[in-house]
């Protein structure tokens, strides 16, 4: 009886660990991808994330970035929000916030507390169902106002 038993864990135990190496790789490279965005407020795009995960991942490619990137943004992990450099960003902090996007430096800022609009009262979104919305501000931040002033 013990045996037996002994055998089938040992079955499970490689079978499981044959089908679950690549996997295994994959969900870390998932999990270094998500870390490197969740360690900053800047939404970086994939080609900021790629060079910050390739010092701890040197063997990792761009192209694996970019398709683990897109399993974060399926499972709803992190958002996409595109920039005045008509690339994509990316933010890890899917609270709900909108977004500064400033039209001299092109960088990206949170904005908390913005009331979302109701929608249910605008005639033209008649029969349309909402699932998201999004606010985006655009003009030009702190320092770049400093600089217009300067010169
Ligand atoms: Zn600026
Ligand atoms: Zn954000």
């Known amino acids: 009886m013990v045996i037996i038993l002994k055998k089938v864990q040992v079955q499970l135990h490689t079978g499981g660990f044959m089908k ?3 996997r295994t790789r994959d969900t870390k490279q998932r999990r270094v991808v998500y870390d490197t965005i969740k360690s900053t407020h800047s939404h970086p795009t994939a080609d900021w994330i790629f060079e910050k995960v390739r010092r701890q991942l040197p063997k990792v490619s761009l192209g694996t970035v970019y398709r683990n990137l897109g399993v974060l943004k399926e499972e ?6 595109y920039g005045n450099d008509r690339r994509a960003h990316f ?17 990206i800022i949170d904005v908390r ?3 979302s609009i109701d929608w249910r009262t605008m005639k033209d979104l008649v029969g349309c169902e909402v699932e998201e919305q999004t606010v985006v501000f655009s003009g030009r931040c702190p320092g ?5 002033k300067q010169a």
């Open 113 to 115: 507390d913005v009331k």
């Open 76 to 81: 709803g992990l992190v958002r996409e929000i």
């Open 20 to 22: 679950d190496r690549p």
């Open 91 to 107: 933010d890890a902090d899917i609270s709900k916030h909108a977004h500064f996007i400033c039209s001299g430096c092109d960088q």
């Open 144 to 148: 770049c106002r400093q600089d217009t």
